[in-house]
């Protein structure tokens, strides 16, 4: 190839990469994972507080062993439209109505796993996610995970 074009295709790459991380710097993205939400487990199900008063499109959780090469596992999946008030609260153990959901089997709610949830709001372009890290005994029964690891008794405090 010649110098020049190689030069040319080189500025153009830079280029792009810095325009690319300007967008993600400007566009808030590094609190994606720290969603208005919170999580709790009833016993071999999953309680997902949405803190928010949004309108859902689409809902994904998936769950990770990071002590394993397995990658994530999704255990929720739903579509449809519901407009949820903060506080309201989605259980793996049942049926959302104005949703139509899909769970695989409960997460892995033990010490050291990672559990991420994704909701799509109308429009499509907006929504949050929440990442969660279990740590000590794993995910309790008694309080409200949030995403920066601290617990509540409410799960919207």
């Known amino acids: 190839m010649w110098p020049e074009v190689k030069e040319r295709r080189s500025r153009g790459f830079a280029t792009a990469l810095v325009v690319a991380l300007v ?13 208005p939400m919170a999580v709790k487990r009833d016993g071999t199900h999953l309680l997902i507080a949405i803190c928010a008063t949004v309108t859902v499109s689409k809902i994904a959780g998936d769950y990770k062993n990071p002590t394993t090469d397995s990658g994530y596992t999704t255990f929720l999946a739903g579509s449809g439209s519901r407009t949820f008030s903060s506080g309201d609260v989605i259980s793996t153990g049942e049926r959302s109505s104005g ?9 892995d709610m033990t010490a050291g796993n990672n559990l991420e949830v994704v909701l799509t709001t109308v ?13 000590g005994s794993g995910l309790s029964d008694k309080t409200w995970q949030h995403p920066n690891g601290t617990t509540s008794n409410e799960p919207c405090d």
């Open 23 to 35: 967008a993600l710097a400007l566009s808030g993205c590094e609190n994606f994972s720290q969603g």
């Open 99 to 107: 949703m139509k959901l899909s769970t695989s089997k409960d997460p």
């Open 123 to 135: 429009p499509e372009s907006d929504g949050f996610a929440a990442a969660f890290k279990f740590v």
